[in-house]
């Protein structure tokens, strides 16, 4: 149950902070504050991660460091191209899907070409309704 709920957290954070991107972009503020504003959300997490480290979990390990900072890293690289898109004047139907599935489609193809991981029937399925339903969200 725990996890669900720390899942859960992480989905609906996540959603925040890309709504405050869109947010900072239409009101024409990506150009001054996008640094901070990402930095308050990685900083934050970062806070939190440490909390929940100190409360009762334990310290992570230096490998748990090293995987967390570089998915930090990969994340935070992904939300300034996010922004730097919709500042661009890309709309925003076509930069959320589009990233969102990107990311999906990164992840799968790591997971096959580096890991060796094997699809199955409805890891393809899922795939493909992912890519399927990008092209739908995408379209105006």
Known sequence: MKWLQLMLGAMLTNGLALVGLKVLAEAGLSERYQNQYLFAWYASGLI?????????????SAREIGIGGAMSLMSF????????????????YLVYPIGAGA?????????????????????VAGIVCGLISVVILSLP
Not at 48 to 60: E, H, R
Not at 77 to 92: D, K
């Open 103 to 123: 990311s999906v489609l990164f992840v799968a193809i790591v997971g096959v070409a580096v890991f060796r991981e094997k699809l199955t029937a409805y890891g």
């Open 77 to 92: 690289t992904g939300q300034v191209c996010l922004s730097m898109a919709l500042t661009g004047g890309a709309p925003g």
């Open 48 to 60: 939190v991660a440490s909390l929940y480290s100190l409360k009762g979990f334990g310290m992570p």
